[in-house]
Structures are given as C-alpha cells and as structure tokens.
C-alpha cells in the first residue's frame, strides 16, 4: 500500500511540474507567481515546470533511494516555507495548503 502511495506522490510531482511547462499562467493563481515576459514564462516553465517533472519521474526510474530524496526535498521546502510564513508574514490559505501536502507527501516518500 505505501508503494502506491508512493508512486501517486511521485505522479502528482510530475503533473505538478507538467503545469507549470505547459501554462505557466496558470500557477498564479495558487503561487502568487506572475510570469511577466518571456523571461519570468521561462523561469516558471523551467523550475517548477522542467525540474518537477525530473523530480517525480527519478523515482519512477531508480527506486527506493530516489523516492526518499524526492520526500527528503518536500520536507526541506516545507520547512523553509513553515519559516517564511512566520518571517514574511504570509499565512495565507494557499501557503498552509501547500506547507500541509509538503509534509504530507515529504513523510510518505521518506517512509
């Protein structure tokens, strides 16, 4: 059962990323990114477009190890983010969303 859990992880990462790629416009509403040029589009596209998309898809390909990096790397943007919303003041609901399925998925795949 965690197998599964962990390979829907995985997936959500790589639809997460396939987003991004293909409408980068569309993460604004949730990120509170715009992508304002070509330049900002690209950004988007290649970070949390381009780099998701290699994040989930390694633990597709290499197993047990890639699965618990992916999860170490969640639990390691969810900590810097649990900070920023102290720090920065951003508690909004979209940041606790995000922050609740860092840990989420962060323990799933490190387990």
Same mark, same amino acid.
């Given at each position: 059962?965690?197998?599964?859990?962990?390979?829907?992880?995985?997936?959500?990462?790589?639809?997460?990323?396939?987003?991004?790629?293909?409408?980068? %416009?569309?993460?604004?509403?949730?990120?509170? $990114?715009?992508?304002?040029?070509?330049?900002? *589009?690209?950004?988007? %596209?290649?970070?949390?477009?381009?780099?998701?998309?290699?994040?989930? &898809?390694?633990?597709?390909? $290499?197993? &047990?190890?890639?699965?618990?990096?992916?999860? *170490?790397?969640?639990?390691?943007?969810a900590a810097v983010r649990a900070?920023?919303?102290?720090?920065?003041?951003?508690?909004?609901?979209?940041?606790?969303?995000?922050?609740?399925?860092?840990?989420?998925?962060?323990?799933?795949?490190?387990?």
């Open positions: 059962m965690l197998q599964i859990v962990q390979v829907i992880a995985a997936l959500a990462t790589i639809v997460t990323g396939l987003v991004s790629l293909f409408w980068p %416009r569309a993460v604004q509403g949730f990120t509170g $990114l715009r992508a304002e040029g070509g330049r900002g *589009i690209t950004e988007i %596209r290649a970070v949390l477009g381009g780099f998701f998309v290699a994040l989930g &898809a390694a633990p597709l390909a $290499l197993g &047990a190890d890639a699965y618990r990096m992916l999860g *170490i790397a969640y639990l390691a943007v900070v920023s919303i102290f720090v920065d003041r951003s508690g909004v609901q979209s940041n606790w969303i995000s922050l609740a399925v860092e840990v989420l998925l962060g323990a799933v795949l490190v387990l």
